[in-house]
């Protein structure tokens, strides 16, 4: 179940080895979200992959949108060190969508609901998150399922 996490741990065991204090920090913290993710609630319980994902998924839109206010504050350093945590985090998510892939998978999901219109958007979008499973950016997904209904 938590594959994610182990291969968080591993590679947070060589990178200590190795003197990264770079990929260290930002893996303690992977490491670190997930067990909180575990423990919050009721009670403590193992996370599903899907779960680990997207508590990653979380961190590396954080850090995006991080680096962008601290870009458009003149913190280009800030930046900069924000962009690449979430580009190593990234590194353990699935590849993300092509236009095109996402562009067809909305297309599929409109043509299956009979007489598509903007009333039914939030099931499409529901319908085409399913498919996706978090390789596309929810915002993504709705943009271009509200233009596929406007056409």
């Known amino acids: 179940m938590a594959e994610l996490k ?18 260290t920090a930002v893996l303690r913290m992977a490491v670190a979200a997930i067990t909180n993710e575990e423990v919050a609630g009721a009670s403590a319980r193992e996370l599903s992959s899907a779960e680990e994902q997207a508590v990653i998924t979380r961190a590396v839109r954080q850090r995006r949108e991080s680096a962008e206010t601290y870009a458009g504050a003149g913190r280009a350093e800030l930046a900069e060190k924000e962009q690449a945590e979430a580009d190593l985090l990234a590194r353990y998510l699935p590849a993300a969508l092509t236009d095109q892939e996402l562009d067809a998978i909305v297309a599929d999901q409109v043509a299956a609901v009979e007489g598509a ?7 499409i979008i529901k319908a085409v998150n399913a498919v996706v499973k978090g390789r596309a950016d929810g915002s993504v997904v709705a943009g271009k399922v509200r233009a596929a209904l406007s056409a």
């Open 117 to 123: 219109s903007m009333k039914q958007m939030g099931m």
């Open 6 to 23: 182990d291969q968080l741990r591993s590679d947070l065991t060589a990178a200590m080895k190795s003197r990264d204090g770079f990929t």
